[in-house]
């Protein structure tokens, strides 16, 4: 890990160029230990780090952008001589891009943890061996990963100044299995003392232990109980196909010309902030701007789409935080995605429930079938019950549902008030706080 | 530093050195959305001690850094072994000595980067040339690759790889409605390991109009019909379904459990090998690594095992696994050379080389001549299968009707969904060789954590009869 003052040392120097108009410099590190294990044996076992450097130069309105994963002085001056070469070309074209100013934030505290960051892959083979040993007590294995690590993120401004922010993440995703039955169960958190992986072993187990006989249901409209994991699953693609700016300006989105207009029901409130306590926080955008609060969606009415500097000139309004990676194509995403909890205890949904499919998690959604209704297929997987008169009646095979996600969430019955915080550090950045959902009537196809 | 490995103790190891450059430029509405140029650079360390398996990497190269990488990948296979109750086996291979370059002609890196913007930028406004047109992107990739590889086994092996490739994507809006329209693949770049010379080849000026005004017909055309009815997959979907219901579940690993915790199983157990019948007699499917220009290919993968050619499929019946040196034992087989990482700092993975589904004798406007109804489904736009590869939903950007042997009108929102293994069995016939394609995709997901790795497949339209179509709430 490299220090905030050690990268401002090196980085910020190169803003004081006058070969440019603007230099703008990104910095994103990660480093994760991982045990990744199947049949409750480690079959990889790894320690993965990287890290980016991105020069932004500005030069009479052309934007260069250059990146290398090197510190290396010679490598930096390279790269940020390769940006502004870039930024020397003579172009015909509109771009409209520029590099932001900003009065640096405060880096926020008490989210890195030395004991996360420094727990070693015999520490975590210690507590696996214990889980795999008490499990094969029930003849259960696990599948799925045990990991923990740091992330940096450093944005430089023209006028030189920095914003830092560092946090730890560790997580366990444990996919229980005995003959035919699999279920699912995962915790992440900044501080490994809370993450307990004895529980979610447990909760891992119990689910598995249900679902040993499975019964098939025919394809139709059944009530489900959908758990946070699930609703994740479904809010990752909302935000993908449609909660930034670029899938509004190219009107592909379920936002595009609603803002204002109800989308959903009046139980669906989702909103980004990067300073949420309860995900993991990236207090600013990867232009170094302040990620404000920015509700999609409040009680079912449609709000603004996340913007970065370059989408909200093109609509005619203010950042709102929310810039991707220099390179990235994909647009202004939402890192730190909440969903409003609501009333009803989690255990009173499913004891009040008269019949209805318990979904914990879904498998391979796609939600690219008519974006401007968020039409979405998926399938059950790893923990799906057939729950009746307030109690699981048996497990059910996994089922594909096809069904507007909108229209889905404007039938609602229920919210959960407990709500559990998703994350995928080995896959993706960014954190989803998401409570369970009763849904009427949801459409399974096969 | 090899040496340093062996004379701690490792039973086995390698380092693998990569050099990465990618460059990235994206044009939408008319604005220069990205240019951009990325240099990645590092080694990773594997490592087999005491009967399990540790990982290092670093992007310093000092000796300090490196001797710490190396204490570290030992200390990781250490831990392993407290916990695995069984020791890897890893069948020893002799040592290969190769160095290995990728055709190609025009060095894309020296291409200026006004030509590409001006390829771009021209495109761009064709596909805008009507005012229903919201959204239009066009992208170039391309990519330079250096590895060198050494192992415990005397294995010294460089490779050097060129890919050039892009997409464009045009998408139409009426009122709340709106159909998107892809060249010549969607959601990312059609890659080759070739030069500049291939994005002259993929000509996008000519196919913009074309494509821009599909997405417009689309506007007007009738959601495509439900029911059970006869498919012709155009080469694109064809090689999404070939990915996604053989080439992934054939990867040994996989069958093996070892990508549970992620994307799945595989319905391709053990006891299915070299008997289960997989799809009909039409249905011959290879893995050839050592295809021209295919992004899969490779002199050598990650583990130092030649490139091969291996059928997974032969006239229906499933016949091999993708395998590495470790998991071929389970099948008591030698590895078929399938071990890639996407980067230095990755552990390599059973990944797909370049999955073909061998030609047929029908041209494609045979194949259509002979259909009597159906449809004609084109560009994939949504792909879902589930853990063990069996079921599945695809849609596509386009349907075209198919009516007594001839093409007719365009239907929107075309959805198709089946299982596995009543697919391919359903398949009647395969377009000949003039018909099939070497797509490229470069963002083919695996482990965790997760890596993409570029993909490749030779494949044409192929016909499937009896498959329901068209599931929507």
Redesign the interface.
């Given at each position: 890990m490299i220090t905030s003052g050690h990268l401002k040392e090196r980085l910020a120097p190169f803003t004081k160029t006058k070969e440019a108009d603007k230099v703008g410099v990104v910095y994103f590190r990660t480093g994760?230990q991982?045990?990744?294990?199947?049949?409750s044996?480690?079959?990889?076992?790894?320690?993965?780090?990287?890290?980016?450097v991105y020069f932004r130069v500005l030069l009479d309105n052309r934007?260069?952008?250059?990146?290398?994963?090197?510190l290396?002085e010679q490598?930096l001056t390279e790269?940020f001589k390769?940006a502004l070469r870039?930024a020397r070309?003579k172009?015909d074209?509109?771009?409209?891009?520029t590099i932001v100013s900003f009065k640096p934030l405060k880096t926020s505290t008490g989210v890195n943890f030395k004991k996360t960051t420094h727990t070693?892959?015999?520490s975590?083979?210690?507590i696996?061996?214990k889980l795999?040993t008490d499990a094969e007590d029930m003849k259960v294995t696990f599948?799925?990963?045990f990991y923990n690590g740091l992330t940096q993120l450093a944005v430089i401004s023209p006028e030189g100044k920095m914003n830092y922010q560092d946090y730890s993440f560790t997580g366990i995703?444990l996919?229980a299995?005995r003959g035919e039955s699999?279920a699912y169960a995962s915790r992440v958190d900044y501080d490994i003392e809370k993450l307990k992986p004895q529980e979610i072993a447990g909760a891992a187990i119990e689910k598995c232990l249900l679902g040993l006989k499975k019964t098939s249901l025919e394809p139709g409209c059944y009530d489900v109980i959908l758990e946070p994991a699930a609703v994740a699953e479904l809010i990752t693609w909302l935000n993908y196909i449609g909660f930034g700016a670029?899938s509004v300006?190219?009107?592909?989105s379920f936002l595009y010309n609603k803002a204002g207009k109800r989308v959903s029901g009046k139980r669906v409130s989702i909103y980004d902030y990067g300073r949420d306590k309860f995900t993991f926080i990236l207090p600013f955008d990867f232009e170094g701007v302040s990620r404000e609060k920015t509700y999609l969606i409040k009680k079912g009415i449609a709000g603004q789409p996340l913007r970065d500097s370059?989408y909200a000139k093109?609509l005619k309004t203010k950042s709102s935080g929310h810039a991707n990676f220099?390179?990235?194509?994909d647009g202004p995403l939402g890192h730190n995605l909440v969903m409003e909890g609501g009333t009803a205890p989690e255990s009173q949904i499913i004891q009040s429930t008269k019949k209805a499919i318990l979904i914990t998690r879904f498998?391979?959604?796609?939600?690219?079938?008519?974006?401007?209704r968020a039409?979405m297929?998926?399938?059950t997987?790893d923990g799906t019950f057939l729950i009746e008169e307030g109690r699981i009646k048996c497990a059910l095979k996994?089922m594909?549902f096809?069904?507007?996600i909108l229209?889905a969430f404007s039938r609602i019955t229920r919210v959960s008030k407990e709500r559990k915080l998703i994350a995928d550090h080995?896959?993706?950045l960014g954190s989803i706080y998401a409570p369970s959902l009763y849904i009427k009537d949801f459409?399974f196809?096969? | 530093m090899i040496h340093k490995l062996k004379s701690k103790g490792a039973l086995y190891a390698d380092i693998r050195w990569v050099r990465k450059q990618h460059e990235n430029i994206s044009v939408f509405n008319r604005g220069l959305e990205n240019l951009s140029h990325h240099i990645d650079e590092g080694y990773g360390i594997r490592a087999l001690y005491n009967g399990a398996w540790g990982f290092a990497c670093g992007s310093i190269f000092s000796e300090k850094e490196i001797e710490k990488n190396i204490r570290l990948a030992l200390e990781i296979a250490r831990a392993s072994s407290v916990v695995n109750k069984e020791k890897a086996i890893f069948p020893s291979h002799p040592a290969a000595h190769a160095s290995y370059t990728c055709g190609y002609e025009i060095n894309p890196f020296e291409v200026s980067v006004e030509t590409k913007l001006h390829y771009l930028f021209y495109t761009n406004e064709i596909l805008l040339q009507s005012p229903k047109i919201k959204f239009a992107q066009s992208t170039l990739d391309f990519y330079k690759t250096d590895k060198f590889f050494v192992n415990t086994e005397g294995s010294e092996i460089e490779q050097s790889f060129i890919e050039s490739g892009g997409f464009f994507e045009v998408a139409a809006s009426e009122g709340a409605h709106i159909q998107k329209r892809s060249f010549p693949i969607s959601h990312h770049s059609q890659i080759r390991q070739a030069g500049y010379e291939y994005i002259k080849e993929l000509n996008f000026p000519e196919n913009a109009p074309r494509i821009r005004d599909e997405a417009i017909i689309l506007l007007g055309a009738p959601d495509a019909p439900t029911g059970e009815t006869t498919i012709i997959l155009d080469g694109y979907q064809t090689a999404l379904q070939v990915h996604e219901s053989c080439g992934h579940p054939v990867e040994l690993d996989r069958v093996l459990g070892a990508e549970l915790s992620y994307a799945g199983g595989s319905f391709l157990t053990l006891e299915k090998y070299g008997k289960f019948r997989y799809g009909s007699k039409h249905v011959t499917i290879s893995a050839d690594a050592t295809l021209s220009g295919g992004v899969g290919s490779f002199a050598y993968d990650d583990e130092g095992i030649k490139a091969q050619r291996i059928e997974l499929v032969k006239h229906g019946i499933f016949s091999d696994y993708l395998t590495s040196r470790e998991t071929a034992l389970a099948v008591k087989k030698e590895s078929n050379g399938c071990m890639r990482a996407d980067s230095w700092n990755h552990i390599p993975l059973i990944r797909m080389t370049n999955i073909n589904l061998e030609p047929g004798k029908p041209s494609l406007p045979e194949l259509i001549a002979d259909t009597k109804e159906g449809l004609y489904l084109c560009t994939n736009k949504s792909w879902s299968i589930d853990d063990l590869r069996l079921n599945f939903q695809f849609g596509t950007e386009i349907a075209w009707q198919i009516k007594n042997g001839k093409l007719g009108r365009a239907y929107k929102n075309p959805v198709y969904a089946s299982t596995t293994p009543y697919f391919w069995n359903n398949c009647s016939a395969v377009a000949n060789k003039d018909s099939a394609y070497l797509w490229g995709i470069p963002t083919c997901g695996k482990g965790e954590p997760g890596q993409a790795m570029h993909v490749g497949h030779l494949t044409g339209p192929a016909r499937f009869e009896k498959i329901t179509v068209g599931i929507k709430r």
């Open positions: 994760l991982v045990s990744r294990f199947a049949n044996a480690i079959h990889q076992h790894l320690s993965d780090e990287n890290q980016i934007m260069g952008l250059a990146s290398t994963n090197s290396d490598n790269t390769k870039m070309l172009l074209i509109r771009e409209n891009k070693s892959a015999l975590r083979a210690e696996l061996r795999f599948s799925g990963n995703k996919i299995a699999s670029k300006a190219g009107e592909t370059y093109l220099p390179d990235d194509v498998h391979y959604i796609n939600g690219f079938l008519d974006t401007p039409l297929t998926g399938m997987r996994d594909r096809t069904e507007s229209e080995l896959e993706t459409t196809t096969s | -």
